[in-house]
Each structure stands twice: as C-alpha cells, then as structure tokens.
C-alpha cells in the first residue's frame, strides 16, 4: 500500500472560470501535487495493472459530497502514468505514475472520499494506493 500526504485540492467553486487561467491553476496544483508524491514515495517503473484507492480529505471547512469527488480529478490526473501532455513534471519521472490511467479499468474507487475538521494550516489530501483484488 503507497500513502500519500498531499496539498488540499482547489474546489470545484473556486477554479477560475476563464479557461487559460484554469488550465495554469490546474497545472500548477498537477506539479505540486506529483513533486509531493514523488518525494514520499518513488513511482513505480510499471505500475499494477488494476489500482485501487481511497481518499480522506482534511479540511477546516466541509465541502459536500459532489465537490469531494470532482475534487479529486486534478488529483487522479497528476498520479495516472498515461499523460497527454507532462509538461509540468519533471523530467526524470516522465512515463512514471502510481497507477496506469484513472479510467476504470485501472483505477477503482475503493469508497466513497470521506473528510474530517482539521485546522486550517492542517488542511490536506491523504490518498490510499493499493493493488485491486481481481
């Protein structure tokens, strides 16, 4: 099982509506959500063919169940090894991923994100990776 301790991700409600500006913000979080995994935890060379995971958020302020799941997708998508474009990792760990692709032929949602109070200067992502029993 690989834990990872990550930064809070932005809420759906607070992305910036004008798309270049998204895409940088998005891409901002991606390369500092993979530079913290990479520095808990080495990503596999070849990663298991099915992954499961969960997610705990620790937040100061609670967020409903939707914005839990979408969430999570920047997340997912700074973790999976197919990228479209890497242009925001870095190069030594380029082909690299904790898992294969967040479709759901690889990636399995093992339960629902849950979330607990924290502090504010507490807030973060704590993210669960495990092989998925076939």
Request: charged content about 30%; overall charge positive; aromatic content about 8%.
């Amino acid at each position: 099982m690989i834990v990872l301790k990550l930064p809070l991700p932005p809420s759906p409600n607070r992305v910036r509506t004008n798309r270049w500006a998204k895409r940088d913000q998005l891409n901002a979080y991606k390369r500092e959500c993979w530079l913290k995994a990479v520095q808990q935890s080495m990503p596999p060379r070849r990663p298991a063919e099915r992954m499961q995971y969960t997610a705990v958020f620790g937040v100061y302020r609670l967020r409903d169940e939707d914005n839990l799941e979408a969430s999570l997708k920047p997340v997912l998508d700074a973790l999976k090894r197919y990228q479209r474009s890497e242009d925001w990792k870095e190069g030594a760990y380029l082909g690299r991923g904790y898992f294969w692709d967040d479709d759901p032929g690889h990636l399995l949602q093992a339960r629902k994100p849950r979330q607990e109070r924290v502090a504010m200067k507490d807030q973060g992502l704590t993210l669960m990776l495990s092989e998925a029993l076939l």
